[in-house]
């Protein structure tokens, strides 16, 4: 549960219909379900295979299974990566929480189009009112791992996700019943093959990195909390059905109410903040649905802000158990959550830094780490222990376990390098 709460975020809701936007509609969603194939599920499963076996978090983990330090680098990437991405990723929590107070006072009541861009524009530039509404979550999310409710946390999502679901389905009927909407159907659902060019692959795959969590140790962090009896099959497939349905989900509300309001479905990060009041304008109960999804989308957004932080804090824990002065989880949830608080600032103050964590970690690191990952399962734990996970995960039939030794040796790190190459002129 905790895993698929770390999934469904932001990500799915708010980055998916951004980046399909500029990039094709239909030719980017079907690059994006092959790599959710090819990478998502595998990749996950690596994850936490590693940290299972391990028990320890992306710091300690390749150490403990390799007995040397030969792959201490991709531990520093993952930490790294999670730090950018905190850094971006709160400032666009900070948004969703102050749309959730402007729902609340009915702000978008009779805007347009043009009002809502305005109106954008004027909140995400007010720095004062950023600075609040981002540590707004910075400072909910260090709680959480301070008072240690986690789990509270995770009961709590196993009731609202559900709703959250519910409710995109409404929103997706009353979006198809609006005129115009068919368009965006048919540029969602239809593949134009002459649009698939190397930045659409490179996008895609960044875009299941980030969706699914893999590529920088999160899932290697809860996956050193499984008890050993928790089945890896199983617990990858869920999360990847559930964060692919809420992604494909939010498409077919967002793209059709684009072509229906008769906007530009390439305008960027803004896109779901400007649509989205948008639709709840043509709702009735506007005022009701609107408190109620920008509720659930800010506690969406906080399951997976305490998955990226968890994954800090365990990992500076985990970094320092053995030096003179180890830090505690209080210690270390201070010391991460000052970090953040600073990046934060500099993504707020600098529009190029935001855009530049945003692909830096989705297209850059999280692949690389995949990478890293899937060569050290593929090439170093699965030849020194071939049994690894038929004897510990009985969950996982014969043949099964061969194709993804397959994947992660072979498939999965060549196509990663070829994406790599192809698109050395996007990067
Ligand atoms: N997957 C989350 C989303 O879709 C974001 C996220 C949480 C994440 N933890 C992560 C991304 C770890 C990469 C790695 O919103």
Redesign the pocket.
Known sequence: MAAAG???????IW?FPYIAGENGGGAFLIVYLICVLLFGMPLIMTEFLIGKRSGRSAYGAFRELNGNNRWQWLSWLCIL??LL?MGF?FVVTGWCFNYLAEAFINVFNGLDMQALTDHFGQVTSNMPRMLLFSFIPVLLTAAVLWFDVNKGIERLSKVLMPLLLVIMFIMAGRVLTLDGSKTGLQFFFHTDFSKITPRVIIEAMGQC????????G?LVTYGSYMPKTQKITSSSLQIVILDTLVAILAGVIIFPAVFAFGFNPAEGPQLVFVVLPAIFEQMGWAWFFSVLFFTLLCIA?LT??I??ME?SVAFLCDATAETKHPLNRRKSVIIISAIVMVLVIFCLWSATGFTIFDKATACVM?PLGALGMSLFVGWRLTKKEPKIITEKDKGIKNWLWKVYVFLVRFIIPGAIVIIFLNSLEVL
């Open positions: 770390s999934a469904i975020g932001l990500g799915n980055k990566t999670s991405i990723y990195f980030f969706s699914l969590s893999i590529g920088m999160t957004a997976s802000t998955s990226l994954m999280m």
